[in-house]
Nanobody, 124 residues
Framework: QVQLVESGGRLVQAGGSLRLSCVGSGRTFSSVAMGWFRQAPGTEREFVAA????????YYADSVKGRFTISRDNAANTVYLQMNSLKPEDTAVYYCAAASYGRRLTARYAYEYWGQGTQVTVSS
């Protein structure tokens, strides 16, 4: 079992930056791949970014590539999502998720564990 708790979401102006954090517990953090997804009202939950067990393998949705950066600190059991140049269309609830297997990390079904989410609102 893995428990995940996200934090860092808030209201920010377009063009601004935020860093989301997700702290994991209950299992060796370094043994799971981690991902960030988001869900805006009336839409499906969509992939944002993922990072493998090691810190060198990362994946990004095209919509955030070049603006968002995912990273992890296994010693602190934490994964981060640095979000720069935010746009109103980035407004959503952001969820972190953990996957036991490092395959197809852009797909929701790859993840067994999910956090409760943190709200990010970008005003224009």
């Amino acid at each position: 079992q893995v428990q995940l708790v996200e934090s860092g979401g808030r209201l920010v102006q377009a063009g601004g930056s935020l860093r989301l954090s997700c702290v994991g517990s209950g299992r060796t953090f370094s043994s799971v791949a981690m991902g960030w997804f988001r869900q805006a009202p009336g839409t499906e939950r969509e992939f944002v970014a993922a990072i493998g067990w090691g810190e060198s393998t990362t994946y990004y949705a095209d919509s955030v590539k070049g603006r968002f950066t995912i990273s992890r600190d296994n010693a602190a059991n934490t994964v981060y999502l640095q979000m720069n140049s935010l746009k109103p269309e980035d407004t959503a609830v952001y969820y972190c998720a953990a996957a036991s297997y490092g395959r197809r990390l852009t797909a929701r079904y790859a993840y067994e564990y999910w956090g409760q989410g943190t709200q990010v609102t970008v005003s224009s």
